[in-house]
T-cell receptor
Framework: DVKVTQSSRYLVKRTGEKVFLECVQD?????MFWYRQDPGLGLRLIYF???????EKGDIPEGYSVSREKKERFSLILESASTNQTSMYLC??????????FGEGSRLTVL | DAKTTQPTSMDCAEGRAANLPCNHS???????VYWYRQIHSQGPQYIIH???NNETNEMASLIITEDRKSSTLILPHATLRDTAVYYC??????????FGTGTRLQVFP
């Protein structure tokens, strides 16, 4: 089975801290995605990557950056966390046929 | 912007077929139709996808109209565990994947 693993299920950080959210997939997928999900707003795309060292902005990239140094790993970085970045963050990857597989999610609270 | 239109919510009696419609009138020739669902507090789950032919798997059936401008996801015998938000998405493989607001399906006893 495809496995998408997110490093932390729950994080609590302070305003201004740098936050790393790690995502690893074990099926050699080329496409990987980072979303955030907030009540009433659904899933919103932050960034996606279609190859190593390649990245594209999604709908809400402000305040975030990403890193894709290896094919299996896609990291989301909050350079200076703010309270409005409190959210559930979901990582996903797609197979060659486009089937999307999600991780369990990382719930981030910024105080 | 999402390229699909779905009803906001639907109800279905347990044991009956749930038919979830999706309009995608601007779909391009290289775009597939994907269906996902999200059960409360879990990550979205892949259900099925298709290009132009009807598809069936152990979870559901996907009916795509001949002009490809709309599709229907069919859950043949809905159970209470099928209560979820269902997302219809059209995309080509290299496209960013955008979720709309989906259809909230409530299965009742």
């Amino acid at each position: 089975d495809v496995k998408v693993t997110q490093s932390s299920r729950y994080l609590v950080k302070r305003t201004g801290e740098k936050v790393f959210l790690e995502c690893v997939q074990d099926m050699d997928h080329e496409n990987m995605f980072w979303y955030r999900q907030d009540p009433g707003l659904g899933l919103r795309l932050i960034y996606f990557s279609y190859d190593v060292k390649m990245k594209e902005k999604g709908d809400i990239p402000e305040g975030y950056s990403v890193s894709r140094e290896k094919k299996e790993r896609f990291s989301l970085i909050l350079e200076s966390a703010s309270t409005n970045q409190t959210s559930m963050y979901l990582c996903a990857s797609t197979s060659i046929t486009g089937e999307l597989f999600f991780g369990e999610g990382s719930r981030l609270t910024v105080l | 912007d999402a390229k699909t239109t779905q009803p906001t919510s639907m109800d279905c009696a347990e044991g009956r077929a749930a038919n979830l419609p999706c309009n995608h009138s601007t779909i391009s020739g290289n775009e597939y139709v994907y269906w996902y669902r999200q059960i409360h507090s879990q990550g979205p789950q892949y259900i099925i996808h298709g290009l132009k032919n009807n598809e069936t798997n152990e979870m559901a059936s996907l009916i795509i109209t001949e002009d490809r401008k709309s599709s229907t996801l069919i859950l043949p015998h809905a159970t209470l565990r099928d209560t979820a938000v269902y997302y219809c998405i059209v995309r080509a493989y290299t496209d960013k994947l955008i979720f709309g607001t989906g259809t909230r399906l409530q299965v009742f006893p």
